[in-house]
């Protein structure tokens, strides 16, 4: 069982940065891919971000691209920490953002979720 708790959203002007942390406790985190989805008022949640948790491939959403930076920065397995730094924030990136984590074994996924945490991009 992997345990995400999100932290680091908030209010900022349009133009600013935010920091977002995801720290998993319960399991080591080898083999899984984590990452953030965000959900806007009304829309559906949509991806953001991942990163292969052992090897540090990158993957982003052609919204974020360039603005947007996911990286681990604690692997120690009581305290697994990853990091999305957002940068250059709109008002379309207003949204709950989510940190999941998901590992495909050969007959079943593993996933889970945070609760969310919330960024407001103001004008």
């Known amino acids: 069982q992997v345990q995400l708790v999100e932290s680091g959203g908030g209010l900022v002007q349009a133009g600013g940065s935010l920091r977002l942390f995801c720290t998993a406790s319960g399991t080591t985190l080898n083999r899984y891919t984590v990452g953030w989805f965000r959900q806007a008022p009304g829309k559906e949640r949509e991806f953001v971000a991942t990163i292969y948790w052992s090897g540090g491939i990158t993957n982003y959403a052609d919204s974020v691209k360039g603005r947007f930076t996911i990286s681990i920065i604690s692997r120690d397995n009581t305290k697994n920490t990853m990091h999305l730094q957002m940068n250059s924030l709109t008002p379309e990136d207003t949204a709950v953002y989510y940190c999941?984590?998901?590992?495909?074994?050969?007959?079943?996924?593993?996933?889970?979720w945070g609760q969310g945490t919330q960024v407001t991009v103001s004008i």
């Open positions: 999941y984590a998901v590992r495909r074994a050969i007959t079943t996924t593993y996933n889970y």
